[in-house]
């Protein structure tokens, strides 16, 4: 009997043996298809920022009200964008990734059906904050999504895919949009995402892999409402300091307010058991000069956005249309590049990419500020030039997202993935606010000219653009001394 049980116990032994040993070698879970449901939401997000700029001087007609009022439907969005990152970063680690990212998506398309149904400025305004705060639970948990879907070996190929979602997002939105207001009206540009946010929530309930970790620390809810109105003071100021100005009494107050939050908000996390945000994550010098490059790469695609939009319609005179697709050049060569770049990281190192895309970068803005706007047969050059920004911005973005999340510590994956996003949209704001100051500026400074010796006196709109396209520059310089600098501190990168 004793052998009998023996020689069962054996077999058991040997049969759990083999079934390790089988699992071992399983194949582990394919991440592509989660990738692709974070790319969903990242291109719907970029998709409504670009076309919402486009419809605002309709939306102006419609509500008969002056362009600043109608601003604040862009405005809001971001307003809100901003407020809510860091408090679903929080949220999402105590309830789950996917189940707030699934909220998240579901609610931006929500709030896209109410924007189309809006009869008022006022309505539109308010289901624009709602939109926001959906997309800030997209953002929150979109990029700590993918990099733990895709691990470290496809890490950058998986944010190079995530980038060009974005560049999809951002290209899709002056053409399509523009098809769209001249034959629907304003209404279908918020209805053409509620489909794909409903496909993207039916996707994801299905592919997104569930959460199994809670974080059971209470949450800070005296940091949110210091940290929530700080941002939003900041990125207002950013948004209004050209129409205010930089002296005027609503940019001193919103910017002195919003600094007091920040710092009674740091004063409160360094105490705090359970902060909402861990400042811990900035003690990484890699990957708080990571997050410095996303805002400023960021910065650079909108400023460019911004000044050559004056520079197509104003300067040249073309038709909504045709500047459209004139832009269009950024964001096609950066979603073509995104992916290539992440592809060659094991190759060449994130940060040899990256300094080797923002060189491309400086080269387009010279060129732009030099001869692309000059004359009808430059015309195709500053094609070129576009197209060789948005290849730059794409193999800097990718390898750059890519190398700040891999310097994060791992236990600050969900504040990491926020912080990026959240300097992701600051850089939008600083970019068109930077580039509208510096855009006012020049013109008057051209317009006011006596001098022929003037640098670029001629058109006071095309010579302004030239010479603004000098703070870009520096903003060029400024990413790739930062990035040089992670290279310096971490050289696996």
């Known amino acids: 009997m004793a052998r009998l049980f023996g020689v069962e116990r054996g077999a058991i032994a040997r049969e759990n043996a083999s079934v390790q040993a089988a699992g071992a070698k399983l194949p582990a879970p394919n991440p592509w298809p989660i990738v692709a449901i974070t790319c969903i939401g990242s291109a719907m997000g970029q998709f409504d920022a670009s076309v919402v700029q486009l419809a605002l001087p309709d939306l102006a007609v419609v509500f008969q009200t002056r362009e600043t009022m109608a601003s604040w439907v862009a405005l809001a969005y971001v307003l809100a964008f901003s407020a809510a990152l860091p408090v679903f970063g929080r949220l999402c680690e105590m309830f789950g990734r996917k189940r707030l990212y699934l909220a998240g998506i579901l609610v931006f398309a929500l709030a896209s ?164 945000l861990d400042l811990h994550i900035f003690s990484s010098q890699p990957f708080s000069l990571g997050v410095i490059a996303v805002l400023l790469s960021y910065a650079l695609l909108y400023g460019m ?58 080269i387009a803005l010279l060129t732009l500020s030099l001869v692309a706007l000059e004359s009808t047969p430059s015309r195709a050059i500053g094609m070129v030039a576009l197209a060789v920004f948005g290849a730059g911005l794409g193999f800097f973005m990718a390898p750059n997202n890519s190398a700040t999340m891999g310097a994060a510590p791992p236990a600050l994956s969900g504040e990491a993935g926020a912080l990026i996003n959240l300097a992701r949209m600051l850089g939008v704001s600083l970019g068109i606010a930077s580039c509208a100051s510096m855009l006012h500026w020049r013109v008057t400074v051209i317009t006011a000219a006596t001098d022929p010796n003037e640098l670029f006196f001629g058109d006071p709109i095309l010579g302004a653009v030239e010479t603004s396209f000098a703070l870009l520059l520096v903003l060029a310089m400024i990413a790739a001394i930062a990035t040089w600098l992670r290279r310096r501190l971490a050289p696996e990168s």
């Open 113 to 276: 059906a109410l924007c189309a149904t809006a009869t008022t400025l006022g309505e539109l305004i308010f289901f624009r904050v709602l939109q926001g705060i959906g997309g800030a639970s997209l953002g929150a948990n979109s990029i700590v999504i993918l990099t733990r879907a895709s691990g470290k070996e496809l890490r950058a190929r998986a944010m190079g895919y995530f980038s060009a979602a974005q560049a999809v997002g951002v290209s899709l939105g002056p053409i399509v949009g523009g098809l769209l207001l001249g034959a629907f009206g304003w209404q279908s540009i918020f209805w053409v995402t509620v489909p794909l946010g409903i496909i993207g929530a039916l996707l994801g309930w299905i592919i997104l892999p569930d959460d199994t970790e809670r974080d059971p620390r209470p949450f800070d809810w005296q940091g949110a409402l210091m940290l929530g109105p700080a941002l939003a003071c900041l990125v207002l100021v950013l948004n209004h300091i050209a129409d205010w100005g930089i002296a005027s009494l609503p940019t001193i107050s919103f910017t002195i307010g919003g600094i007091a939050l920040l710092v009674l908000f740091v004063w409160r996390e360094r105490r705090t058991p359970s902060p909402l």
């Open 305 to 362: 956005f911004y000044l050559m939009s004056y520079a197509a319609i104003r300067g040249l005179h073309e038709s909504p249309e045709r500047a459209g697709l004139r832009l269009s050049a950024v964001p096609i060569a950066l979603g073509i590049a995104a992916p290539f770049a992440g592809a060659l990281v094991k190759r060449h190192g994130t940060s040899t990419l990256a300094l080797f895309g923002m060189v491309l970068a400086a």
